[in-house]
């Protein structure tokens, strides 16, 4: 559905975007995660003809962005970072000028806007300004713009983004829906989040791509092992001897904590509960007692900020790319 | 275009802007055929016409401040770049918006010379033709304007330099008055005036590279030509300020003269500024 090849997008001497490639199947949410300023939406402002690229190209179900613009644009809804709403207008007058503009045939413009507004429940606020609505309608209502006419590809340039928990949450069940009948694509610097919705995920960072893998493969790429944490009254040696006896320990690495062994155990996820339970009981067979026999609960965000961290070739540009 | 054109007209009609302009277009007329035809007693309608188009000094950037400027600060521009919509479209769709806005309360304007010839002798033709003349000339100052609007986020700042470029533009002829028509006095003006214009275009290219070229070879040129043909300078300056003026055109309309160079002049000064336009908008995708 969508092809992206080699995008390079200079602002000035700025590099934002570098030579990304990635292409979308059919009826995927797919997740952009990176930091600020990562090229996140520079990459989808070029994806949906709001900007140039430097390089590379886009096609949106066969038409390029560039060569065929009226054609992709048809297949695309987008939402950009900041809603583009005209505040002075209410939903449904603004919905009915995107109608309009996406070439919704004359009668069924109104149906379409009663669709639209029905699935991301507006209906109560239709007739009201938009300045007058809350934030979390304000989002609503941009992404009720992007349903109209039915495209098949619906862009979210981070829909989460300064909402309250609740409002959060009901957005996220709405782009879930969304997914079961559009490619969806959004963007989020919260990689949780586009863990849960989403079923590919790219990472990229300083506008390179990272990562680019279904969500389960990515989780398994960011944590391959499980780490165990023993802190024991028992000396190294005996330690050592205990941990003999068990199979399935990859590494052992000893330190010293309070004046006890905390020793600190890596294995494969499947031996883990087990290895804690043999833990245990040989070290109390040896009348050593077990203070703490946990497993580390590996950090995400940690693992995506070692991923997406600067190099250490320069200072961090932490500038917002601009329309 | 026409969705475009459509949203446009309810936004100026839901809000008073449309009003309100009607209702100045229509003031202005009125008071200057006042003191015109029913005080002075003239049997030219042409003049009052004439009168009120200095109140198009201060409607237009009143008019057009808001209709770019207002996309870019609310982000709502990138909407229109996402949108199955070209750029030129939704120019050309907004300037059409605007200029119906600004007609329709002429159509009142047609009745009067009518009116006035019921007491007295008044040459319709001459009268309806100024009208024409008044259209093109709003036609050609709300392209000015939109143009303006689209260099800028900020309404008043838009406002302000609208304002500025038609205040120029009234005055022009009769600045060209007490302009130097010594030659080396338009060789400075020149000068000055291909300044302006490498300013303005490092500000829309953002390309200093470009606007130091243009402008250095511009200027360089005209001193060259200085050097060998002084004579061609003289009174240079002046006739181009009243050749580009859009107001002596209309003036010409005025005095009963429909000539076709004016209406191509009109149309000219239109497509060029709705073109630069389109060209301001497009440059912001290739920043």
């Given at each position: 559905m969508i092809e992206v090849k080699n995008l390079t997008k200079f602002y000035g001497d700025h590099k934002a975007v570098d030579n990304i490639s990635f292409s979308v199947k059919d009826g995927t949410v797919c997740g952009f995660c990176g930091?600020?300023?990562?090229?996140k939406s520079t990459t989808m402002n070029i994806m949906t003809g709001c900007l140039s690229a430097t390089d590379g190209t886009v096609t949106i179900g066969g038409h390029d962005i560039f060569e065929e613009p009226m054609e992709a644009k048809k297949l695309i809804g987008y939402l950009p970072?900041?809603?583009?709403?005209?505040?002075?207008?209410t939903p449904r007058e603004y919905l009915r000028f995107i109608a309009e503009a996406k070439k919704v045939p004359r009668e069924k413009v109104k149906g379409e806007i009663e669709r639209v507004m029905e699935e991301t429940q507006i209906l109560d606020v239709a007739d009201r300004l938009i300045k007058n609505l809350s934030k979390g309608y304000k989002q609503r209502v941009g992404i009720a713009q992007t349903l109209l006419g039915n495209p098949k590809v619906i862009i979210l340039d981070?829909?989460?983004?300064?909402?309250d928990p609740i409002q959060v949450v009901e957005i996220r069940d709405l782009i879930k829906n969304l997914g079961k009948r559009h490619t969806v694509i959004l963007s989020s610097h919260i990689l949780s989040e586009v863990q849960q919705m989403c079923d590919e995920i790219i990472i990229i960072a300083k506008g390179k791509l990272i990562a680019y893998d279904t969500a389960e493969n990515l989780e398994k790429l960011l944590q391959p092992k499980v780490t165990l944490e023993v802190l024991t009254d028992a000396t190294r040696e005996e330690s050592g001897a205990v941990l003999g006896q068990i199979a399935g320990i990859e590494s052992a690495q000893y330190a010293q904590e309070d004046g006890l062994l905390l020793i600190r155990l890596t294995t494969v996820p499947e031996k883990e509960l087990e290895i804690r339970k043999l833990l245990s009981r040989k070290f109390a067979a040896i009348d050593r007692a077990v203070l703490r026999n946990d497993k580390?609960?590996?950090?995400l965000e940690e693992i995506f900020i070692e991923l997406t961290s600067p190099q250490p070739d320069g200072p961090e540009e932490n500038r917002e790319e601009e329309a | 275009m026409t969705a475009v054109f459509r949203h446009e007209m309810r936004l100026l009609f839901s809000g008073l802007t449309a009003y309100v302009y009607g209702m100045f277009s229509l003031l202005a007329v009125a008071i200057y055929m006042m003191y015109?035809?029913?005080?002075?007693?003239?049997?030219?309608f042409e003049y009052a016409l004439a009168g009120a188009s200095f109140a198009l000094l201060i409607m237009i950037p009143i008019l057009t401040m808001r209709v770019i400027a207002e996309e870019k600060k609310q982000k709502t521009d990138q909407l229109l770049y996402s949108l199955p919509v070209s750029t030129t479209q939704v120019v050309v769709g907004k300037f059409l918006a605007l200029l119906l806005t600004s007609v329709i309360p002429l159509v009142f304007v047609v009745a009067y010379p009518v009116i006035l010839k019921q007491y007295g002798s008044l040459y319709l033709p001459t009268a309806w033709g100024a009208l024409a003349g008044y259209i093109m000339l709003t036609a050609s100052l709300l392209a000015i304007g939109i143009f303006i609007s689209s260099l800028t986020e900020s309404q008043p700042m838009a406002a302000g330099i609208c304002f500025a470029a038609m205040v120029l533009n009234y005055y022009m002829v009769k600045l060209a008055q007490y302009a130097t028509s010594s030659a080396f006095g338009s060789l400075v003006a020149l000068i000055v005036m291909e300044f302006i214009l490498a300013l303005l275009i490092n500000h829309m290219t953002g390309n200093s590279f470009l606007a130091e070229l243009t402008g250095g070879v511009a200027m360089l040129g005209t001193a060259a030509v200085y050097l060998f043909r002084t004579d061609w300078f003289e009174g240079l300056f002046p006739k181009i300020l009243e050749n580009i003026s859009v107001y002596e055109r209309f003036y010409e309309f005025v005095d009963g003269v429909f000539d076709y160079t004016h209406v191509v002049y009109f149309v000219s000064v239109i497509v060029f500024f709705l073109f630069l336009t389109v060209q301001s908008l497009e440059k912001r995708r290739y920043n």
């Amino acid at each position: 559905m969508i092809e992206v090849k080699n995008l390079t997008k200079f602002y000035g001497d700025h590099k934002a975007v570098d030579n990304i490639s990635f292409s979308v199947k059919d009826g995927t949410v797919c997740g952009f995660c990176g930091p600020n300023g990562a090229g996140k939406s520079t990459t989808m402002n070029i994806m949906t003809g709001c900007l140039s690229a430097t390089d590379g190209t886009v096609t949106i179900g066969g038409h390029d962005i560039f060569e065929e613009p009226m054609e992709a644009k048809k297949l695309i809804g987008y939402l950009p970072e900041q809603p583009p709403l005209y505040l002075e207008e209410t939903p449904r007058e603004y919905l009915r000028f995107i109608a309009e503009a996406k070439k919704v045939p004359r009668e069924k413009v109104k149906g379409e806007i009663e669709r639209v507004m029905e699935e991301t429940q507006i209906l109560d606020v239709a007739d009201r300004l938009i300045k007058n609505l809350s934030k979390g309608y304000k989002q609503r209502v941009g992404i009720a713009q992007t349903l109209l006419g039915n495209p098949k590809v619906i862009i979210l340039d981070e829909p989460t983004v300064g909402l309250d928990p609740i409002q959060v949450v009901e957005i996220r069940d709405l782009i879930k829906n969304l997914g079961k009948r559009h490619t969806v694509i959004l963007s989020s610097h919260i990689l949780s989040e586009v863990q849960q919705m989403c079923d590919e995920i790219i990472i990229i960072a300083k506008g390179k791509l990272i990562a680019y893998d279904t969500a389960e493969n990515l989780e398994k790429l960011l944590q391959p092992k499980v780490t165990l944490e023993v802190l024991t009254d028992a000396t190294r040696e005996e330690s050592g001897a205990v941990l003999g006896q068990i199979a399935g320990i990859e590494s052992a690495q000893y330190a010293q904590e309070d004046g006890l062994l905390l020793i600190r155990l890596t294995t494969v996820p499947e031996k883990e509960l087990e290895i804690r339970k043999l833990l245990s009981r040989k070290f109390a067979a040896i009348d050593r007692a077990v203070l703490r026999n946990d497993k580390l609960k590996a950090n995400l965000e940690e693992i995506f900020i070692e991923l997406t961290s600067p190099q250490p070739d320069g200072p961090e540009e932490n500038r917002e790319e601009e329309a | 275009m026409t969705a475009v054109f459509r949203h446009e007209m309810r936004l100026l009609f839901s809000g008073l802007t449309a009003y309100v302009y009607g209702m100045f277009s229509l003031l202005a007329v009125a008071i200057y055929m006042m003191y015109y035809n029913l005080s002075m007693g003239y049997a030219n309608f042409e003049y009052a016409l004439a009168g009120a188009s200095f109140a198009l000094l201060i409607m237009i950037p009143i008019l057009t401040m808001r209709v770019i400027a207002e996309e870019k600060k609310q982000k709502t521009d990138q909407l229109l770049y996402s949108l199955p919509v070209s750029t030129t479209q939704v120019v050309v769709g907004k300037f059409l918006a605007l200029l119906l806005t600004s007609v329709i309360p002429l159509v009142f304007v047609v009745a009067y010379p009518v009116i006035l010839k019921q007491y007295g002798s008044l040459y319709l033709p001459t009268a309806w033709g100024a009208l024409a003349g008044y259209i093109m000339l709003t036609a050609s100052l709300l392209a000015i304007g939109i143009f303006i609007s689209s260099l800028t986020e900020s309404q008043p700042m838009a406002a302000g330099i609208c304002f500025a470029a038609m205040v120029l533009n009234y005055y022009m002829v009769k600045l060209a008055q007490y302009a130097t028509s010594s030659a080396f006095g338009s060789l400075v003006a020149l000068i000055v005036m291909e300044f302006i214009l490498a300013l303005l275009i490092n500000h829309m290219t953002g390309n200093s590279f470009l606007a130091e070229l243009t402008g250095g070879v511009a200027m360089l040129g005209t001193a060259a030509v200085y050097l060998f043909r002084t004579d061609w300078f003289e009174g240079l300056f002046p006739k181009i300020l009243e050749n580009i003026s859009v107001y002596e055109r209309f003036y010409e309309f005025v005095d009963g003269v429909f000539d076709y160079t004016h209406v191509v002049y009109f149309v000219s000064v239109i497509v060029f500024f709705l073109f630069l336009t389109v060209q301001s908008l497009e440059k912001r995708r290739y920043n």
